[in-house]
């Protein structure tokens, strides 16, 4: 098979979901609604947590980062799609490819590092109620945001270097509808061994410690429950909880699906089709499972709407 050098690709064609003209409009529309609906409730959330001072704690701290997160992950793949598909130009240019592969590793990372941080944020509330204030301070947690989203750059440079050595063929079709790492690396025709190594140990060290972080936080956070004698204080922790365990149920399920996905099936479009509730649903529905199943951030929020809304 012909082989072109990496400098001399100027472009990458992104197949998208479907071929079929009819379905386009459909797509865009989709695409469009749920960009839409992401960015206005994230925003919200911000907004929200930044006009109450109740609010100013570290768990919503910790939730206004994760809604940016989730703004700039959404930003770094939707726009493209929805202007390739009112262009009807299905191509990428080769830096731009690498740069979106990039961003969508870095904003994946950092979505997942969060939440780990969030689930520390919730075992030292619980088990340690009386040091909570002294050990989650304002530099604390500036600093594992800042240590999260370091991490995470390091993670999406490091694979888009390795990209960058790569020579690829003639055939630059990629079937998703963004530059995802694995399908990029699928149209190389020089040895990629080195790459899928590293795809893997990434997956299970941002992927596997953040989860088991996870675990073991709600491990101490059920233990320390159990021995509470109150039923009253037992459903105010789980109901604090339960709106993080869902995001993070929603996130880990959708991309643990996906793997499986890729596993059992051999058609990379309905690999992409998958990709979409990994990628774009747990952004889209972050905000209603934190606004509908918090009762400080439905009142912040139902005050901000009212208040917008009412006349002057």
């Known amino acids: 098979m012909k082989t072109e050098n990496q400098t001399t690709v100027s472009k990458f064609l992104l197949l998208g979901l479907t071929e079929d003209p009819v379905l386009q409009p459909l797509i865009f529309s989709l695409f469009l609604s749920m960009y839409l609906v992401t960015i206005l409730g994230n925003l919200l959330i911000i907004l929200a947590v930044s006009s109450d001072s109740h609010l100013h704690t570290p768990m919503y701290f910790f939730l206004c980062s994760l809604s940016f997160n989730d703004i700039c992950l959404s930003s770094s793949i939707i726009p493209k799609m929805l202007v390739n598909i009112l262009a009807q130009d299905q191509s990428i240019t080769y830096a731009g490819c690498l740069l979106q592969v990039c961003f969508v590793l870095v904003f994946m990372a950092m979505e997942s590092c969060l939440l780990a941080v969030m689930s520390y944020d919730r075992y030292v509330a619980i088990c340690h109620p009386l040091r909570y204030t002294v050990i989650m301070n304002p530099t604390l947690c500036v600093l594992l945001v800042l240590v999260s989203l370091s991490i995470s750059i390091v993670d999406g440079l490091l694979h888009t270097l390795m990209v960058l050595w790569l020579s690829f063929c003639t055939d630059l079709e990629i079937p998703h509808f963004f530059c995802e790492l694995d399908q990029v690396i699928k149209l190389a025709c020089s040895d990629t061994l080195i790459d899928n190594i590293l795809i893997y140990i990434a997956a299970c060290i941002f992927g596997g410690a953040?989860?088991?972080?996870?675990?073991?936080?709600?491990?101490?956070?059920?233990?320390?429950?159990?021995?509470?004698?109150?039923?009253?204080?037992?459903?105010?922790?789980?109901?604090?909880?339960?709106?993080?365990?869902?995001?993070?149920?929603?996130?880990?399920?959708?991309?643990?699906g996906v793997y499986i996905s890729s596993v059992f099936t051999d058609s990379p479009r309905k690999t992409a089709v998958?990709?979409?509730?990994?990628?774009?649903?747990?952004?889209?529905?972050?905000?209603?499972?934190?606004?509908?199943?918090?009762?400080d951030m439905k009142e912040v929020l139902r005050k901000l709407i009212s208040g917008t809304t009412s006349p002057l």
């Open 210 to 256: 953040p989860l088991s972080g996870i675990i073991f936080s709600y491990c101490h956070i059920v233990s320390s429950v159990l021995r509470m004698p109150s039923p009253g204080g037992k459903h105010k922790i789980f109901s604090t909880c339960g709106s993080h365990l869902s995001v993070v149920s929603l996130f880990y399920g959708t991309g643990f």
């Open 274 to 295: 998958a990709s979409v509730m990994y990628t774009m649903v747990p952004q889209m529905l972050n905000p209603f499972i934190y606004s509908l199943r918090n009762r």
